[in-house]
């Protein structure tokens, strides 16, 4: 297999939907032996101001104009973000490979989008962007998410499973030599959001939900959903979590340690359904749920079968920085990037846009 550049630096960019900030991680990543190796060289989380925080919140309820002016200047910010990095770490990259911040994602209706405009991410920064990853998976038909399964099968195969539980859950793994890959749940989408009704960004450590009490019929009420009788592929968005997931909790006047004891059990309950019937193995657990000593601890009673291996902290907060990184990486080498298992799109097929900066003899 040849490569363009072997070994390559890449700086991953993500922003979640749990709004934690833009994780920025600087990636090497080189091809060898018929394999991918990797190393994570720096990686910084750069937590998101409160005008930028309320203007991704409310995005999606704002005009047209407002959404491509934000796109513009997201793309703008992010790029100062990375310059900040550089200048702080040292760091040096081919590329940057940036996953946007998601407003729609509705591929039932051939729609999803994810602001950070490339260009002006190029401009800004001085590097090559790859971006808009999702766009042409939805259109060939697919959920356009998750899309870590790749990297997942490529760079953590010592692993049987791989769990991330970011502001959604999802999970990857290996079925008769197929990848298969899905959202299960929402996650710290819904925990954060009642953790900041309670004056803090989110509940460290699950002290809040540890407290409360598991209420039966909230609890019954959310696993009876029909997103979780739906047939793989599937992916859940913020639109899901408005319309569906938040009436559901607001019919009852619960405490607030209580919804999110509740949502704490849903959470890791759903997580074993998928789990019970599977043979045991390692699974690796990352995102920011992998430092929520209480739905950790949750997690273990769910899943006593399968051994959860909690790697280091800079893999559990970065991994998918990292694999948005390895994403772009496969992108310049016209290599498959998304996979249809994963996803239900028609094929395989090489994701990704590419800015090309054209590099400048004098500017003004």
Known sequence: MLVKKNPVDIIGLMSGSSLDGLDVAWCRFEFREGKWDYT????????????????????????????VKTH???GH??????????????????????????????????????IGD??????????????????????LKGEGAPLVPIGDKLLFSDYTYC?????????????????KAFDITLANMALNYFAERKGMPYDKDGLLAKKGNIRLRLFKELNSLSFY?????????????????????????YPYADIMATIVEHIVYQIGRVMQHKPAGK?????????????????????????????NNSLIEYKEALIFAF?????????????????GSTCDHVAGVVYQRTPIIHER
């Open 40 to 67: 994570i060289l720096s990686a910084n989380t750069y937590l998101y101001p409160p005008e930028w925080k309320e203007r991704l919140q409310t995005l999606s309820k704002q005009d047209a104009f407002t959404y």
């Open 72 to 74: 513009v200047e997201f």
């Open 77 to 114: 910010f992010m790029g100062h973000l990375v310059k900040r990095f550089i200048k702080k770490y040292q760091a040096e990259a081919d590329y940057i490979s940036s996953h946007g911040h998601t407003v729609f994602h509705q591929p039932h209706l051939g729609i999803t989008s994810q």
């Open 118 to 139: 490339g260009a002006a991410l190029a401009a800004t920064s001085g590097i090559n962007v790859i971006c808009d990853f999702r766009s042409m998976d939805v259109a």
């Open 163 to 179: 769990l991330n539980i970011g502001g959604i859950a999802n999970i990857s793994y290996d079925e008769n030599n197929i990848r």
């Open 229 to 253: 009788e739906k047939d793989t592929p599937k992916s859940l968005g913020k639109e899901w979590f408005e319309s569906v997931f938040l009436p559901v909790i607001f019919q009852h006047k």
């Open 283 to 311: 699974l690796l657990l990352t995102g920011g749920g992998a430092k929520n000593k209480f739905l950790v601890e949750r997690l273990f009673y769910h899943i006593p079968h399968i051994q959860i291996v909690l790697p």
């Open 327 to 343: 994403l772009g990486c496969l992108r310049i080498n016209n290599q498959i990037n998304c996979l249809r298992t994963a996803t």
